[in-house]
């Protein structure tokens, strides 16, 4: 149980393409998920905190404009990186945790990420 | 100081060898605990919970020390397999907000 599904896997396009990465959660309904990024043999860095029918909460020194984030139902969200440029590429990785996770104590679950280059 | 810190090594053992790794975190707030296993590009996997009492599954335990925040994760009878990258994680009461450390990196080899 507690699959989450992300896809693309890998995406190389040209700089200025804006790229849309989706985030399910395949067997249970996610109230909350996260996107994170990871640059090379560094550890994950949180980008934003995606919730069910509201907006996106970002951290400090993420762009909102630059990554929008759609939390249309409680098994999707998407990330859209928006004319992307070459330092946007990394590995992008979506998690998910269990909204009858009601004290929120739960591990997450994460997708299988999605390689991100822009050339 | 980072909320939660651990070593990131490498750590290279051989095979059949017992290998320990420790993870501090700083906020006597945080609530649950978890280790989990990240191979080369690759997203993370969740291997196991921590509980104060004591965790184990097969080779592998965990343990949690509230008193001095800290916990570990030991890994009996090395497998070339266990090769990865272990991250610490901690979720904080409340605000729901999990924590990565970076990650301590191991290297099992024949």
């Known amino acids: 149980g507690a699959v989450v599904s992300q896809h693309p896997s890998r995406v190389i396009c040209k700089s200025g393409t804006s790229v849309k990465i989706e985030c399910r959660s395949l067997d249970f309904q996610a109230t909350t998920m996260f996107w994170y990024r990871q640059f090379p043999k560094q550890s994950l860095m949180l980008m934003a905190t995606?919730?069910?029918?509201?907006?996106?909460?970002?951290e400090q020194g993420v762009e909102k404009d630059k990554f929008l984030i759609n939390h249309a139902s409680l098994t999707l969200s998407t990330l859209t990186v928006t004319s992307a440029h070459p330092e946007d590429s990394s590995f992008y990785i979506c998690?998910?945790?269990?909204?009858?996770?009601?004290?929120?104590?739960?591990?997450?679950?994460f997708g299988d990420g999605t390689r991100l280059s822009i050339l | 100081r980072k909320e939660v810190e651990q070593d990131p090594g490498p750590f290279n053992v051989p095979e059949g060898a017992t290998v320990a790794f420790n993870c501090t975190y700083s906020?006597?707030?945080?609530?649950?605990f978890f280790w989990y296993r990240q191979d080369c590009r690759k997203e993370p996997k969740l291997l196991m919970s921590v509980y104060s009492s004591g965790n184990e599954d097969g080779r592998f335990t965990a343990q949690l020390n509230r008193a001095s925040q800290y916990i570990s994760l030991l890994i009996r009878d090395s497998k070339l397999s266990d090769s990865a990258t272990y991250l610490c994680v901690v979720i904080y009461t409340g605000g729901f907000k999990t924590i990565f450390g970076a990650g301590t990196r191991l290297f099992v080899k024949a």
């Open positions: 906020n006597s707030a945080s609530q649950s």
């Open positions: 998690s998910a945790r269990d909204r009858r996770s009601s004290e929120g104590n739960q591990p997450q679950h």
């Open positions: 995606s919730n069910e029918g509201s907006k996106a909460t970002y």
